[in-house]
């Protein structure tokens, strides 16, 4: 797969080796707008119709036209106008139409001025201010234009875009299917929740981590359980995953423990890109394929499981179910208690970002072991410490990373 594995390979190099050598798996399906929630665009959608469809006003007033407001002397209301419900009589001059927010203005309409800014006596209309041109007045296609692109594909349908496509009529939108992501743990000292513990046991906890951000990712899981670290299991699972999902992702068994055969079997049934990252939390990480299923290989601790999904498969399935994918938000923020930092790794560390008297300032969540899922429970942000920094001191400028969707 060309990646070079002699070290630890930056982050960016690993993340661009690995999306290029991707690319959307999904076909396309028709949906009605209501079932589309949560879905990929397949293709570009251009407006049916201009927005606003026509010329309405912006606001509780008069339309007038300018000629009638030249002598300075009062008009008398016509008639009015309400949204739904178009004033559409005679219109002589010298008269102006009480007109409502969102009511089609009158033809021949120059400006409607806003009723604070006159003065009613029975149907005699005073204007206290002088209008411009086209004053208040939404004209039809301001915000719209008809054909014009509102959503690209590869956007992912958020309650934000429902209501945009249903204000242009569209009942019916080409969306990517799901992404199928097959899950499962390894390690013998696993243990399923609500089960007691032995000596030595854990409770398998990556598992509800990865099930919760395929969620929210819009991803169709099959859950493969806690598999034991046996190679004639594990080589079923890796065979039903192949068979049955477009990815595989699985948590342990990535370091080089002689109980982690992950790398053997990605081997003998596949191909590997096989890395040790430069970053902490999450140095284990392996990418690779098998003969239809990519496939994912996060650490085992969960902390590092959490990041590597979020910073580097996230990314990874948005391309494969055909979604337009953004790099998180960075931004500056001021360090308010000394951070612990060795040279060598580009380093997440957990923090909390907050309003400070001179600014944005971040503090860390304590321990940042890769053990300690609590530093990440309590997190709001990552504290990105770039790989050759030390130790920062407080006061120092360091970049943080607001969590996203994912995370929140």
């Not at 992404?179 to 398998?204: C, N, Q, R």
């Not at 504290?383 to 996203?404: D, H, M, N, S």
């Amino acid at each position: 797969m060309g990646f070079d594995t002699s070290g630890l390979l930056p982050l960016s190099d690993a993340l661009q080796g690995m999306l290029e050598q991707l690319a959307c798996c999904c076909d396309s399906e028709q949906l009605p707008l209501p079932e589309a929630l949560g879905r990929v665009l397949a293709s570009d959608i251009a407006s049916p119709l201009a927005v606003p469809p026509f010329d309405n006003s912006a606001m509780d007033g008069y339309a007038v036209r300018l000629a009638d407001l030249a002598s300075g002397t009062p008009l008398i209301m016509v008639g009015k106008a309400f949204a739904g419900q178009p004033y559409q009589d005679e219109w002589p001059a010298g008269h102006c139409v009480r007109i409502m927010t969102g009511a089609p203005v009158p033809e021949g309409t120059d400006a409607v001025v806003m009723q604070e800014e006159t003065l009613a006596d029975g149907d005699r209309i005073t204007f206290l201010a002088q209008p411009e041109p086209g004053q208040n007045i939404r004209r039809a296609g301001s915000d719209i234009g008809k054909g014009a692109c509102v959503l690209p594909a590869g956007t992912r349908l958020t309650p934000r875009e429902m209501p945009l496509l249903a204000s242009l009529g569209v009942a019916t939108v080409a969306v990517r299917r799901p992404l199928k992501v097959a899950i499962f743990s390894t390690g013998d000292e696993l243990k399923p929740v609500g089960t007691p513990l032995a000596h030595g046991d854990i409770y398998d906890s990556n598992r509800y981590g990865v099930r919760a951000m395929l969620a929210r990712l819009g991803c169709d899981c099959l859950d493969l359980g806690i598999i034991p670290d046996d190679p004639a299991q594990l080589c079923a699972a890796f065979i039903r995953a192949d068979a049955e999902a477009d990815v595989l992702i699985t948590t342990g068994g990535v370091s080089v423990g002689e109980a982690d055969f992950t790398k053997q079997l990605l081997d003998e049934l596949g191909e590997i890109g096989f890395w040790k990252l430069a970053i902490k939390p999450g140095k284990p990480f392996a990418f690779g394929r098998l003969p239809h299923t990519w496939f994912f290989g996060l650490p085992g601790n969960p902390v590092s499981a959490m990041v590597t999904f979020d910073q580097l498969v996230q990314p990874a399935l948005a391309k494969l179910a055909g979604q337009r994918f953004e790099r998180p938000l960075q931004l500056q923020a001021i360090a308010a208690e000394p951070l612990k930092k060795s040279p060598g790794r580009l380093d997440f560390q957990r923090g909390i970002l907050s309003q400070g008297p001179n600014g944005l300032e971040v503090r860390s969540t304590g321990s940042q072991d890769s053990a300690v899922f609590s530093s990440l429970s309590r997190a709001n942000c990552y504290i990105v410490l770039e790989r050759e920094r030390g130790r920062v001191a407080a006061g120092e400028t360091v970049t943080v990373e607001p969590f996203g969707g994912l995370l929140l």
